[in-house]
């Protein structure tokens, strides 16, 4: 299984749409997890991160299945501002420190 | 500047040529960590410093990759005899501490082109 591994879509959705990316991830150490959003030609920038027991930011819904070391996130009431690329994120080993091990991203284009 | 800065923003070079890439974090952000990124590719991990220590070096792809940290600030990555395959956006971020919880900023990247 690859470190970090999620669909690359593209997701073509229409406004107002709800849409579902899936993540999964290798180590099972792993403790931090993160969304980060990438526009086209620009750098990554956080969009949540992911606890636990799961957390809500607005229309944005981020969750974490240890057992089956695997994180969502779901969009709702889709915008044609949500069009990005979203890059699952996972520290790569067990303790506090050390380095993020970034997927290749799921690309989603909202339509009108 | 509030945000993390990169110099130069494009650098075009010959195959065979040496360049050096800056990086200017956040004041008082002690984590500092070096990314590529190839065209339509996910961002590839190259080293971190934590202060001017670098814990891990693992992502260099060769030796011809380097990175220095002084005065827990600026950060330089030097590639040597550049190869067309080096050409990539590469990116800088930078954290408050090394926290595997903690946000990372990214600068905006400097576009290499490796002819």
């Known amino acids: 299984r690859k470190e970090v591994e999620q669909d690359p879509g593209p997701f073509n959705v229409p406004e107002g749409a709800t849409v579902a990316f899936n993540c999964t991830y290798s180590n099972s150490a792993s403790q931090s997890f993160f969304w980060y959003r990438q526009d086209c030609r620009k750098e990554p920038k956080l969009l949540m991160s992911v606890y636990s027991s799961g957390n809500e930011d607005g229309r944005f819904t981020a969750q974490l299945n240890r057992a089956s070391q695997y994180i969502s996130l779901l969009i709702r009431d889709s915008k044609l501002s949500d069009s990005a690329t979203y890059l699952c994120?996972?520290?790569?080993?067990?303790?506090?420190?050390?380095?993020?091990?970034f997927g290749k991203g799921t690309k989603l284009s909202v339509k009108p | 500047g509030a945000g993390v800065s990169q110099s130069p923003s494009n650098k075009v070079t010959e195959k065979g040529k040496d360049v050096e890439l800056r990086c200017d974090p956040i004041?008082?952000?002690?984590?500092l960590y070096w990314y590529r990124q190839s065209l339509g590719q996910g961002l590839e991990f190259l080293i971190y410093?934590?202060?001017?220590?670098?814990?891990?070096k693992s992502g260099l792809p060769s030796d011809r990759f380097s990175a220095e940290r002084t005065g827990g600030s600026v950060s330089t990555l030097t590639i040597q005899r550049t190869q067309q395959e080096d050409s990539a956006v590469y990116l800088c971020a930078n954290a408050p501490k090394d926290r595997i919880y903690n946000e990372q900023f990214f600068g905006p990247g400097t576009r290499l082109t490796v002819l």
């Open positions: 994120v996972v520290n790569r080993h067990g303790g506090s420190q050390g380095n993020l091990i």
């Open positions: 410093f934590q202060g001017n220590s670098a814990p891990d």
């Open positions: 004041s008082g952000h002690t984590a």
